[in-house]
């Protein structure tokens, strides 16, 4: 049995079709090497949930 959790049910409710658009339509993954925007998107917003001061917060915990 999975668990699924608050942030996880948040994330699902984004329309990732539309964000893989805008995506396109800005070239914001042209030159990325690490990171997709869907990926970056979604650590600032576990970091904002988080109230966290830092990445490095997140990572370190």
């Known amino acids: 049995m999975s668990k699924i959790n608050l942030f996880s049910q948040i994330i699902s409710k984004l329309d990732r079709g539309l964000f893989n658009s805008i995506v396109k339509e800005r070239e914001t993954d042209k030159h990325q090497k690490g990171y997709s925007s869907w990926t970056h998107l979604a650590s600032m917003l ?14 370190m915990a």
């Open 46 to 59: 576990f970091c904002q949930f988080a109230k966290s001061q830092s990445v490095r917060s997140i990572s």
